[in-house]
Structure formats: structure tokens, C-alpha cells
């Protein structure tokens, strides 16, 4: 499934158009996204977690060159699932 699927689902299950389940979509993404930059943690209740992670400068291998590389420290994100997500996948 991707975006435009489940603008589809989302529009159909509660009777919006594709461009307000579209926008809706948007919103709930960019307030994920504002969550994680903000606080670091994100969680919905029964779906699961995102969270920031910092990953260490760590010493690597260019495949092509075998030449070796620095990779810079950054942060991620995680996402763990939560109880009801998992059950309904099983």
C-alpha cells in the first residue's frame, strides 16, 4: 500500500474526498514529523512508537574504491510496533 492508497482507504472509510483524506494525511505526517524533532518520541496508543536514535561516527568501506570512509555521526528513526498492530498483522 502506498500514500494514495491510503488516501483511498482513509477517504472511503469516513466519507471525505481524496484531497481532505489527502490533507488529513499530510497533517497527521508533518505532526509526526514535528513530534520527533521536538520531543524525540512519538506515540500512538495501540500502534506504535517512533522514536529518534543518535548512531556514533564509525569508520567504513567505499564498495567500489575498497577505499576506507568516515561516516558521520546522525540521528535515525525507530518505530516499534505496538500490541494491537502486531496482533492484527498475525
Not at 481524496?18 to 518520541?41: P, S, T
Not at 574504491?65 to 535515525?76: L, N
Amino acid at each position: 500500500m502506498n500514500k494514495a492508497d491510503l488516501m483511498e482507504k482513509v477517504a472511503a472509510t469516513v466519507g471525505l474526498s481524496k484531497a481532505d483524506a489527502g490533507r488529513a494525511l499530510d497533517a497527521v505526517l508533518e505532526g509526526i514529523a514535528e513530534g520527533l524533532k521536538k520531543d524525540g518520541k512519538v506515540t500512538l496508543v495501540g500502534f506504535g512508537t517512533f522514536a529518534t536514535k543518535t548512531r556514533a561516527a564509525r569508520n567504513g568501506i567505499n564498495p567500489l574504491t575498497k577505499q576506507p570512509i568516515s561516516i558521520p555521526a546522525k540521528t535515525v528513526v525507530s518505530f516499534k510496533a505496538g500490541s494491537k498492530l502486531k496482533d492484527s498483522v498475525n
